[in-house]
């Protein structure tokens, strides 16, 4: 019996490692979509990263939005790594959305994985908030095991906002299967992309840009 655990346990690992690897290299690159910055309504975009996410994660991310966003301010809170179980670490990451969002700054928010919990509990808490619109992307909305749930009810996440919302999930995403990354109000794609995939794959990117923010959108 131990034998065929550890089997598995290899397996779903080597699986894991094949997927992050395969989304890691594909779609390198930086996207240029040509935006007309005229038609955004909003000053500033703030970054809500997963668990277990590091700065050098976030690089391609961070290219892409200084390419097409050259006059706006990007903040990524990436200062610290957390899971969804440290409770006082994701009031941290909370505490502090709350406090750049409270600027009454119109704010254009994008989170990934755990980072759109996260995001929805600071929009809704926020008293001072200007946040345009909400891009969450394989974020576990509809997700409560694993100690999920005891997570939200720690930090009071809602089901959802009232802020224009455009949440993704992913087809082969074996970490938050995409039935459950749809918050109930808002605008849902699903597309062909793994969980690391919506960081790393230029396509993915650029996907979400578009669909998003009312550009061209080609699934």
Not at 84 to 88: C, F, G, R, S
């Given at each position: 019996m131990f034998?065929?655990?550890?089997?598995?346990?290899?397996?779903?690992t080597v699986l894991s490692v094949s997927i992050y690897s395969t989304n890691y290299t594909m779609g390198s690159g930086v996207n240029d979509l040509g935006i007309d910055m005229s038609g955004q309504n909003f000053d500033r975009?703030?970054?809500?990263?997963?668990?277990n996410t590091y700065t050098f994660d976030l690089l391609r991310w961070k290219r892409d939005l200084?390419?097409?966003f050259p006059t706006k301010e990007v903040i990524f809170l990436d200062d610290s790594v957390y899971y969804?179980?440290?409770?006082?670490e994701t009031e941290k990451v909370v505490e502090?959305?709350?406090s750049i969002l409270n600027d009454n700054k119109a704010t254009l928010v994008i989170s990934h994985s755990y980072g759109g919990v996260l995001a929805t509990t600071m929009i809704d808490r926020a008293e001072n908030d200007n946040v345009v619109k909400l891009i969450t992307m394989a974020s576990p909305h509809k997700m409560d095991s694993f100690g999920i749930d005891n997570s939200k009810e720690y930090l009071g996440t809602p089901d959802e906002v009232d802020v224009p919302t455009f949440s993704f999930g992913g087809y082969i995403d074996p970490v938050v299967i995409?039935?459950?990354?749809?918050?109930?109000n808002s605008n849902h794609q699903d597309i062909w992309s793994g969980h690391s995939?919506?960081?790393f794959n230029k396509?993915?990117?650029?996907?979400v840009l578009e669909f998003a923010l009312g550009l061209k959108y080609e699934d």
């Open positions: 034998k065929k655990i550890t089997k598995i346990v290899f397996l779903i975009i703030l970054f809500v990263p997963g668990i200084k390419k097409n969804y179980w440290q409770d006082v502090k959305g709350i995409f039935p459950n990354t749809n918050n109930g995939s919506f960081l396509n993915v990117r650029r996907k």
